[in-house]
């Protein structure tokens, strides 16, 4: 699956995939992530700054989901090559220089790393992992991640989701897929006081929405 057979600027064709650089080689063309029209720069400057809860957009990391069995010892063995990190098993995450992979269902990850390097990455994972049985899309465009931090984080968020997050049953590193208000979210514990949100693209309006909403009565700086 993964012999490279052809390559371009911005197209990579192998035996039975071909993979597409979604950053555009035309630097006049603007990337916006899902809250770019929300303006959270202008937000931040006119914003409390010692509020009790701050929401950041990571914007326009590179997302990519992954899917195989780890019982495969070749599909292990590359994604640690690659990743420099073993695949998190229930409910957890790591991360290591940048980039965090987050346990989604028993044959399936999410991957983000730094915006730009998601195309080389994808090859690298595809070289190294061989010709076993797996499989990689990228969806970057698709979401983005929104950052929560603060004294009053933990609290906020029991409004959001019905999954218990008190640090006793969410502890750090643990990531989970839930309802949150009306949509979903993939929530991860960052640390005690921190938490990582990441939205779909279509739900990125509503839950910004809800966010500010569930942060009034504690108070929220937004970190541009």
């Known amino acids: 699956m993964s012999n490279i057979t052809t390559q371009t600027d911005t197209t990579v064709s192998t035996q039975n995939v071909v993979q597409m650089n979604q950053i555009p080689a035309d630097d006049s063309v603007r990337a ?3 809250l770019y029209h929300a303006d959270l720069k202008t937000v931040a400057e006119k914003g409390a700054q010692d509020a009790g809860i701050t929401l950041q957009e990571l914007a326009l990391l590179d997302h990519l989901v992954l899917r195989g069995n780890t019982d495969n010892a070749a599909f292990a063995a590359g994604v640690e090559s690659a990743l ?12 290591n220089e940048g980039r965090v992979i987050r346990w989604i269902s028993p044959d399936e990850w999410l991957i983000t790393t730094t915006g730009g390097t998601g195309f ?20 970057s465009g698709g979401q983005t991640v ?12 029991k409004k959001c989701t019905p999954y218990d997050i008190h640090i ?3 502890p750090v590193g ?3 897929t839930s309802l949150f208000g009306k949509s ?5 514990r960052t640390g005690e006081q921190g938490f990582e949100l990441v939205i779909r693209r279509s739900f990125a309006d509503y839950s910004w929405l809800w966010l500010q909403d569930a942060c009034a009565e504690f108070g929220f700086s937004v970190k541009a």
């Open 174 to 176: 643990k990531v989970v």
């Open 146 to 157: 929104i950052t929560v931090d603060g004294a009053d984080s933990e609290e906020m968020l």
């Open 168 to 170: 006793s049953h969410m």
């Open 184 to 188: 979903q979210a993939v929530i991860r």
């Open 32 to 34: 916006e992530s899902p």
């Open 84 to 95: 420099g990190m073993t695949l998190p098993a229930n409910l957890q995450s790591t991360e």
């Open 120 to 139: 080389e990455l994808e090859q690298q994972l595809r070289e190294a992992i061989g010709d076993t049985h797996f499989a990689i899309v990228n969806v």
